[in-house]
């Protein structure tokens, strides 16, 4: 059998892409980049993920121009044929720009950037990325971002993941990640392709990646 | 013919820094006066800034060669080798005196500087460390430049995707005029994709890339960086670049790309003294001539003269030579990344920088003539007087010892540097394998199993009092810092902070801190590869520390083996390993530059780093941390902290208890083992270096016996002062 195809999609400005790519092929897939101005995903793509970075410098709001690009209609597409898509950090703004997860990403209360460890919880056991974890359990993967407060109505979206203990960005319920109701669509702000090596701190960030396999 | 008048009255060379003896000289170089562009880009490129005309002779002392060196000083960045066909790149680079007048873009545009030079030598940047000093925190501006500081080096750094791993943060008074922004840049590139920046090839294409030009940044190298700062430093808020990390994001990649693909010839990038000093140093380098078209430059608006295009400071540039057959290649490339690639001159064999402006030659200048004949000065060297010890009597002895250790933890120059670092993404890229906060950052070169660990440090108290020790104090703490990773240091750069060099005691305190520098290298085989100068860091209150940053990178052939600082496990013993007595003279519990430090021992210091690597190599340690500000309990208590776990140790009270516990002075690390293992570790020990089971990991507290009078803290209340003093220093007012 061959590797579940995996599209990364790179606009400019964006810069976790080789972390997410090492990510996928860490966890058994295959990544392939998909570019901005691309009409279409690669050939035989099965998942997407939305790395993170500054989309177009962040120019206007993070994620509003790259929700707007040419791949973007094509991550919809597939999307609403059911594919999974994961977005993190910027990838998780452009999600919400473009209206496949609801809400919006504010300026963190501190209104200042912040890069830390972060214990997550789970909030949700019943979707496909969090590997099977039990409500209640955590995952430590690391967060740095300067909009990560997310706002919006918890009731139109599934809660995945909650950041443990105090509420480090100011975001409603303390949500670190959400998926879209029917579970294929998810976006947090932490970096779990950056919790992929024992010898960076964790592993717990493979379980997203994993997901995207299943 | 008489020189041309500027607006203020003044002959035009007076109002861009020039010395009537440096006009004369160029008049005798050029045999005729020059044109006024001319004259522009003599003032930039004999500023202090650009030439190093004070400071030049002094830095021949270094050690620059070695076995690994791949290209020492004198090109953008030094490079290294690193085995697997890979070098390390790196520099630091100061932005001083534009941080002073305008803090966040003067602060961000350092990084994107100095993240171009190692662009430039065709590297792909891996890590950004910052060495910052201001002001006390009790001075409203200094919190006001600090801030600020920080938050332009987090928005340029955080955008352009490259994790910030480590640095310093120091507050003094001396600082509160000029204050000090060096940023360092680490990167990777293999063997033969290194680029120079010498320009060749008769007919090759001179080509812009990136940014258009402006007004912005005029004069920045001579007006802002060569001279002291004053009152209407406001008025100097132009000559501050403005920085866009979004393109200099663009600028990275495509040069990689470009690089990948075999399109450059040379490459360089634009930073003081803009296209003036970049055409002139490619020029020079290669041993060519190049031909400007001047309206064929980009311009972001209209209007400007033929000198200001010359030595405007417009960020996100870089100049590349260009064969005329991949010209079609480069532009599409450069289209693809949605940059301009603007073909705007070529290579001549005139050995000249000639200036085309509406058709009119309006630059004629044999490129040496703006590299190497500037005028050298020696600074006088007045030596200060010899420091005298402190006598330990005139320090008041603590009633409470733990209550001291609180305090000193609390004090801003010892306690975590959380907030800043937290500010900056640390991350990217996804191969930190130690963050900041410990005692050197440490990053997996990307693809391999290596590692590099990497620290920038700087005593400034020892150098104003003793800058032979201080020098070699400054390359020694760097060093122990990556070593206490259990990296070996292999490499070294340097940035030169002093006041004004024909002040004072400043031009001795610049030479003999070189010259202890110098030493200091040798005896630990880390020649220097690159490095930085800025002077004039003076303002009419006074002059700064002599303050040379120093930058260690040390190398780690199998990254698993790097060591935290981390306190592990209960029962896991702790060693005191190295040598020298502690003293209080001029330490942090003293809290003032006082007093006769001891010199450090850089063959003891050398002893002690092969020792940890060689106990990281067998997997002995399972921590190790540098005693330096605060002493051996400030050291204790951070490891405790970091590990979240307590610890007690008995040490001999020496002179006096106090001083056991705060002072500071040789070369000693706090680390801790598996008990079985401590036998190994004392027998690994080379000459002059000693290895004493002081205590144990465990407990709630953090404890030390110094000769019987016994200081406690708890971890939580200690961790709650460390780390919330700079925090609360900010909020409190």
Same mark, same amino acid.
């Given at each position: 059998m061959s590797a579940t195809r995996v599209a990364v999609l790179r606009f400019?400005?964006?810069?976790?892409h080789e972390s997410a790519a090492r990510a996928v092929e860490g966890v058994g897939g295959q990544a392939v980049y998909a570019h901005h101005?691309?009409?279409?995903?690669?050939?035989?793509?099965?998942a997407v993920v939305i790395p993170g970075g500054f989309s177009y410098g962040?120019?206007?709001?993070?994620?509003a121009l790259a929700s707007r690009t040419p791949i973007m209609a094509a991550v919809k597409s597939h999307a609403s044929a059911g594919g999974k898509v994961l977005g993190i950090c910027n990838g998780f703004q452009i999600l919400c720009e473009s209206g496949l997860l609801p809400g919006v990403l504010r300026p963190n209360a501190s209104l200042s950037f912040i890069c830390r460890q972060a214990d997550l919880e789970v909030?949700?056991?019943?979707?496909?990325?969090?590997?099977g974890r039990l409500e209640g359990e955590t995952l430590s993967i690391p967060f740095k971002h300067h909009d990560g407060a997310w706002f919006g109505d918890?009731?139109?979206?599934?809660?995945?993941l909650r950041y443990k203990?105090?509420?480090?960005?100011?975001?409603i319920d303390r949500i670190a990640g959400i998926s879209n109701l029917s579970g294929n669509v998810m976006g947090l702000?932490?970096?779990?392709?950056?919790?992929?090596d024992p010898l960076l701190?964790?592993?717990?960030?493979?379980v997203l990646f994993a997901a995207l396999l299943s | 013919m008489s020189p041309t008048m500027g607006d203020s009255g003044k002959p035009l060379f007076e109002e861009l820094g020039l010395l009537a003896s440096e006009y004369d000289r160029v008049v005798d170089l050029m045999g005729r006066e020059p044109t006024d562009p001319e004259l522009v880009m003599f003032s930039l490129m004999w500023s202090e800034h650009c030439?190093?005309?004070?400071s030049k002779p002094l830095l021949?002392?270094?050690?620059?060669?070695?076995?690994?060196?791949v290209m020492g000083p004198g090109e953008n960045a030094g490079a290294v080798d690193v085995g697997d066909g890979l070098a390390i790149v790196f520099k630091v680079e100061s932005h001083n005196h534009p941080s002073a007048v305008e803090p966040f873009q003067g602060a961000a545009t350092g990084v994107g500087g100095i993240v171009r030079d190692i662009i430039a030598v065709g590297a792909k940047p891996i890590a950004l460390l910052d060495s910052l000093r201001f002001g006390t925190l009790d001075s409203a501006r200094s919190r006001f430049l600090f801030r600020r500081a920080v938050e332009g080096i987090g928005h340029y750094g955080n955008c352009i995707g490259i994790p910030n791993v480590g640095g310093e943060v120091q507050f003094d008074e001396?600082?509160?005029d000029s204050c000090l922004v060096n940023a360092m840049c680490v990167g990777v590139v293999p063997h033969d994709r290194i680029l120079s920046c010498a320009a060749k090839g008769l007919g090759n294409r001179l080509v812009l890339i990136g940014n258009r030009t402006g007004?912005?940044?005029?004069?920045g190298a001579s007006v802002l960086a060569s001279a002291e700062l004053g009152? +209407?430093?406001? +008025?100097?808020?132009?000559?501050v670049q403005v920085g866009d990390p979004f393109t200099e994001r663009k600028l990275m990649d495509l040069c990689q790309a470009m690089g990948d693909a075999g399109l450059l010839v040379a490459l360089q990038d634009l930073g003081a003294a803009g296209l003036t000093s970049a055409a002139s140093e490619m020029a020079s380098r290669g041993g060519v001539g190049l031909a400007i078209d001047l309206d064929r430059v980009p311009l972001?608006?209209?209007?400007?003269a033929p000198g200001e295009v010359l030595v405007?400071?417009?960020?996100e540039r870089m100049l590349a030579i260009v064969e005329p057959a991949k010209m079609d290649a480069v532009v599409e490339m450069a289209r693809r990344h949605e940059l301009d690639a603007t073909d705007i001159g070529e290579v001549t064999d005139t050995g000249e920088l000639e200036a085309l402006w509406r058709g009119e030659e309006v630059v004629r200048i044999p490129s040496l003539y703006l590299t190497d004949d500037v005028p050298f000065y020696d600074v006088p060297r007045d030596a200060a007087p010899a420091a005298v010890a402190i006598d330990l009597a005139s320090v008041p002895e603590p009633d409470d010892l733990s209550a001291a250790w609180l305090s000193l933890m609390g004090d801003p120059n010892v306690a975590s540097k959380r907030w800043v670092f937290?500010?900056?993404?640390?991350l990217v890229g996804a191969h930190t394998m130690r963050r900041p906060g410990g005692d050197a950052g440490v990053v997996r070169?990307?693809?391999?199993d290596r590692a590099v660990a990497v620290s920038l440090d700087c005593a400034e108290w020892h150098t104003e009092i003793d800058p032979y020790a201080g020098g070699m104090a400054s390359v020694l703490e760097a060093a122990r810092n990556v070593a206490c990773t259990g990296a070996v240091p292999i490499a070294a750069t340097d940035c030169l902070n002093y006041a004004n060099?024909?002040?004072?005691s400043t031009g001795w305190r610049l030479a003999e801190s070189i010259r202890g520098m110098a030493d200091a290298l040798t005896a630990i085989d880390s020649p220097i590869v690159s490095g930085n100068v800025s002077l004039y860091n003076e303002s009419p209150r006074g002059p700064i520390y002599p303050t040379p940053v120093v930058g260690i990178v040390g190398l780690l +052939?199998?990254?698993?083996t790097s060591i935290g600082s981390a306190f592990d496990r209960h029962d896991d013993a702790i060693l005191l390993i190295g040598y020298g007595e502690p003293r209080v003279d001029a330490s942090r519990y003293l809290g003032r530059c006082e007093g006769a430090p001891p010199a450090p021992d850089p063959s003891a210091d050398a002893a002690l780093f092969r020792l940890l690597a060689e106990c990281a190599r067998r997997r002995l340690l399972k921590s190790a941390h540098d005693v330096s500000e605060g002493g051996l309990a400030v050291a204790l208590a951070e490891s405790c902290i970091a590990g979240g776990i307590g610890a007690g140790i008995a040490v001999p009270a020496g002179r006096r208890a106090d001083e056991a516990l705060f002072g500071e002075g040789g070369g000693r690390v706090v680390a801790s083992c598996d008990p079985s293992h401590v036998a190994d570790i004392a027998a690994l020990a080379g000459e002059g270096i000693t290895v004493v089971q002081v205590g144990a990991v465990g407990g709630d507290d953090v404890v030390v016996d110094a000769g019987g009078s016994v200081a406690r803290v708890s971890l939580q209340e200690a961790a709650a002062v460390w780390e919330g003093s700079i925090p609360e220093a900010l909020e409190a007012q």
């Open positions: 400019p400005g964006t810069l976790d101005e691309d009409t279409a995903l690669p050939e035989g793509t099965q962040d120019h206007l709001r993070p994620g909030a949700d056991s019943g979707t496909a990325w969090t590997g918890p009731g139109e979206t599934r809660v995945v203990g105090e509420n480090p960005n100011g975001s702000m932490p970096h779990p392709e950056e919790a992929q701190g964790s592993v717990d960030g493979r | 030439s190093y005309k004070h021949k002392g270094f050690p620059t060669t070695g076995p690994r060196v001396r600082y509160e007004r912005d940044g005029i004069g009152d +209407d430093d406001a +008025d100097k808020r132009p000559s972001r608006e209209q209007g400007l405007s400071e417009s960020q937290e500010q900056y993404d640390q070169i990307p693809g391999t060099p024909e002040k004072g +052939d199998d990254a698993s």
